[in-house]
């Protein structure tokens, strides 16, 4: 089992910054993929950035640029550095995690609200 807890979300104007934050009940080298994706009202959940145990890094086409992942290992800690927000970035973001042994199994966090408005 891993256990995700999230921080981080809240009311920000457009052109400004957040950072969510993901912290894990495992050890960040069990997992084999950590991340964020979003989901807006009346929309799909979609990707926002992953980050793969080797360190490989996703972003969806429309947070590139803009949105940074990183991790503290030592902290079993993932981040998402969102800068230059817009309103289309109000969402749910939910953490995400996968681990692939001995089956692939995806575990989600409760979900943070970012809300973009003026």
């Known amino acids: 089992q891993v256990q995700l807890v999230e921080s981080g979300g809240g009311l920000v104007q457009p052109g400004g910054s957040l950072r969510l934050s993901c912290a894990t009940s495992r050890t960040i080298f069990s997992i084999n993929a950590m991340g964020w994706y979003r989901q807006a009202p009346g929309k799909q959940r979609e990707l926002v950035a992953e980050?793969?145990?080797?360190?490989?890094?996703n972003y969806g086409d429309s947070v590139k640029g803009r949105f940074t992942i990183s991790r503290d290992n030592a902290k079993n800690t993932v981040y998402l550095q969102m800068n230059s927000l817009k309103p289309e970035d109000t969402a749910v973001y939910y953490c995400?995690?996968?681990?692939?042994?001995?089956?692939?199994?995806?575990?989600w966090g409760q979900g943070t609200q970012v809300t973009v408005s003026s």
């Open positions: 980050m793969s145990s080797g360190s490989i890094i």
């Open positions: 995400h995690a996968r681990t692939v042994a001995p089956g692939v199994v995806d575990y």
